[in-house]
């Protein structure tokens, strides 16, 4: 395991080219940018990997609550080391992954001499099925458990089930201010039917690539929507 500094953090991790391009794209580009109303807000983090997202959340909200969900235990260890190391006592864990069901289901995680922890996913071959990849079992939960209460950030980034989890909470985002969703464009999927839900729910959603503003039914690859309930 690797360390290094990023801005007041010590940020520990395992693969250093995933590190440094999601370094990139969350600190640089800043694709995880967003302005909210509440200076103490409530933040959800599912898909948080080894924390670089909770890392930034917590540096833009230094008085944050902050849930970060990671299913795969490799990356859920090193999550928790960056929690603790950086003493963020407003961060909670989660060993878990979101589905549509709560049990245990097999987590797709990259096989390859890589080791690109950050792609594990429930479709076999990864989100874009290009991946070789091996079953681990894990926790699942669903996201409607999790917004009981008012919640003012829901950021996911959970490689190609975030249809699936965003349909299974239906109408309990309302109680969800704004949500960053990363879209992967698996076979025959379209960010379509996610639009469709949200705008009926009163969210107004805008889609950025690289940091750059985009309309989604021309743009190619991952995208990540950016969603504000009115």
């Known amino acids: 395991m690797h360390s290094t500094r990023l801005l007041n953090f010590t940020v520990w991790y395992e693969n250093g080219e995933e590190?440094?391009?999601?370094?990139?794209?969350?600190?640089?580009?800043?694709?995880?940018?967003?302005?909210?109303?509440?200076?103490?807000?409530?933040?959800?983090?599912?898909?948080?990997?080894?924390?670089?997202?909770?890392?930034?959340?917590?540096?833009?909200?230094?008085?944050?609550?902050?849930?970060?969900?990671?299913?795969?235990?490799?990356?859920?260890?090193?999550?928790?080391?960056?929690?603790?190391?950086?003493?963020?006592?407003?961060?909670?864990?989660?060993?878990?992954?979101?589905?549509?069901?709560?049990?245990?289901?097999?987590?797709?995680?990259?096989?390859?001499?890589?080791?690109?922890?950050?792609?594990?996913?429930?479709?076999?071959?990864?989100?874009?099925?290009?991946?070789?990849?091996?079953?681990?079992?894990?926790?699942?939960?669903?996201?409607?458990?999790?917004?009981?209460k008012p919640v003012d950030l829901l950021k996911l980034d959970i490689e190609g089930m975030e249809e699936k989890v965003l349909f299974e909470a239906g109408e309990s985002l309302l109680k969800v201010k704004v949500i960053l969703w990363e879209f992967h464009p698996r076979i025959h999927k379209t960010p379509e039917k996610i639009v469709k839900l949200l705008t009926k729910l009163g969210f107004e959603t805008d889609f950025y690539q690289e940091g750059y503003l985009v309309d989604w039914r021309k743009a190619k690859g991952l995208l990540v929507g950016e969603s504000h309930h009115n």
């Open 19 to 148: 590190f440094h391009r999601l370094k990139r794209e969350i600190f640089s580009q800043q694709i995880y940018r967003v302005e909210l109303a509440n200076p103490t807000p409530t933040i959800i983090d599912a898909g948080a990997h080894i924390g670089l997202a909770t890392l930034y959340f917590a540096k833009q909200y230094p008085k944050a609550h902050i849930l970060a969900i990671e299913p795969h235990p490799i990356n859920a260890t090193i999550l928790r080391k960056n929690v603790t190391e950086n003493r963020l006592t407003n961060v909670v864990v989660l060993e878990a992954g979101l589905d549509i069901a709560v049990g245990k289901k097999a987590l797709q995680a990259d096989m390859t001499d890589n080791r690109w922890y950050s792609a594990s996913s429930f479709f076999p071959g990864a989100w874009n099925g290009k991946l070789k990849t091996a079953p681990l079992l894990v926790e699942t939960i669903i996201l409607s458990s999790l917004l009981i």
